[in-house]
């Protein structure tokens, strides 16, 4: 049984040696450079997902209930309003 492992665990190593041998420097390259720029585009967006500061207030005074419709007027100034 310990060879069959051996032989196993070998089979894994050069699939993976193999796979690695075939991608190129360019490709490893390219999907650096895509993850950093979606991680550049991802970040800055997250830091200006703040509540204001009023409204925080407003929502901490309602407590924790599930209260949607003084939530809704809370929040109606920061919805876009129709053309």
Do not use: W
């Not at 200006?48 to 500061?53: E, K, Y």
């Amino acid at each position: 049984m310990t060879d069959r492992l051996k032989t196993h665990r070998h089979k894994i190593t050069c699939n993976i040696t193999r796979t690695a041998q075939g991608t190129s420097q360019g490709n490893v390259a390219r999907v650096a450079i895509a993850a950093l720029l979606g991680a550049g585009l991802m970040f800055p967006t997250m830091a200006l997902a703040q509540m204001p500061p009023d409204i925080a207030e407003k929502v901490a005074a309602l407590g924790r209930v599930v209260d949607p419709e003084n939530t809704g007027k809370i929040y109606a100034p920061l919805q876009e309003k129709e053309p």
